[in-house]
């Protein structure tokens, strides 16, 4: 389990090196990635029924992260916008695990989910968080 440990702090630390040597095309990957969320947020609800308040409230989530990218790489930790990034992620998590709960869906369809949907721009952006210290004004 140390392998496994050690094998993820290197992957996460060789993604923070890309982020910081090449901080325009994070931002454009990140604005990306966050376009197709939302497109696979839509078709879910449209596909697969879906809920629309939750699939609403992720949208909004989504919206509100993409406020990080007008200064990106650059992050203020005390600004409004990331502040409520953080306390917005919290929120999703919670508001799809208590949906998932009354669902029968296997482990690996809701941790997919979870990873893709919910957590992986706001995981993005805590990874990029370094990169405000290597870019000049």
Not at 74 to 84: N, P
Not at 124 to 130: D, G, K
Request: hydrophobic share 55%; with cysteine.
């Amino acid at each position: 389990s140390i392998l496994y440990v050690r094998i993820t702090a290197c992957g996460l630390y060789y993604l923070a090196e890309l982020i910081e040597e090449h901080t325009i095309t994070a931002r454009r990957l990140i604005k990306h990635i966050t376009l197709s969320i939302v497109v696979t947020q839509i078709l879910l609800w449209l596909v697969d029924a879906f809920p629309l308040p939750q699939t609403l409230f992720t949208l909004f989530c989504h919206l509100w992260y993409s406020q990080l990218l007008r200064s990106f790489p650059v992050i203020e930790l005390s600004s409004i916008a990331f502040m409520g990034s953080c306390l917005l992620v919290i929120v999703d998590h919670f508001v799809w695990f208590f949906w998932f709960v009354d669902r029968r869906f296997t482990f690996g369809e809701i941790a997919s989910f979870f990873g893709v949907c919910v957590w992986l721009v706001p995981f993005l952006y805590f990874i990029s968080l370094s990169a405000n210290e290597y870019t000049l004004p």
